[in-house]
């Protein structure tokens, strides 16, 4: 079964950087759509980018659009998230997750990583 793994999250200042990887050590993504969603407590989880498998088509939601950027490394078997302007509000902890569609939606993702904790904060 496929398995991911996400790394990277932590704590930064409002205005900061960090890049979020996703990876799969014993199957290929290559033939999946990834996406990255994330969840805050007491919310629901929400679509936050995702990427096609091939890498050519990328969609983000409205509230990181122009601040976070989604991309795939087919030879590190690795997809990540830089996400740029950091705000608080994007706060959360951060989940990859594979499947056949490139769709914001949680329910079209079969596999899920354990997910990596993002603060943003002074």
């Known amino acids: 079964q496929l398995q991911l793994v996400e790394s990277g999250g932590g704590l930064v200042q409002p205005g900061g950087s960090l890049r979020l990887s996703c990876a799969a050590s014993?199957?290929?993504?290559?033939?999946?759509?990834i996406g990255w969603f994330r969840q805050a407590p007491g919310k629901e989880r929400e679509g936050v980018s995702c990427?096609?498998?091939?890498?050519?088509?990328?969609n983000y939601a409205d509230s990181v659009k122009g601040r976070f950027t989604i991309s795939r490394d087919s030879a590190k078997n690795t997809v990540y998230l830089q996400m740029n302007s950091l705000k608080p509000e994007d706060t959360a902890v951060y989940y990859c997750?594979?499947?056949?569609?490139?769709?914001?939606?949680?329910?079209?993702?079969?596999?899920w990583g354990q997910g990596t904790q993002v603060t943003v904060s002074s």
């Open positions: 997750a594979a499947g056949l569609l490139e769709l914001l939606s949680p329910t079209s993702y079969d596999y």
């Open positions: 014993e199957f290929t993504l290559d033939y999946y759509a």
């Open positions: 990427i096609d498998s091939s890498g050519g088509s990328a």
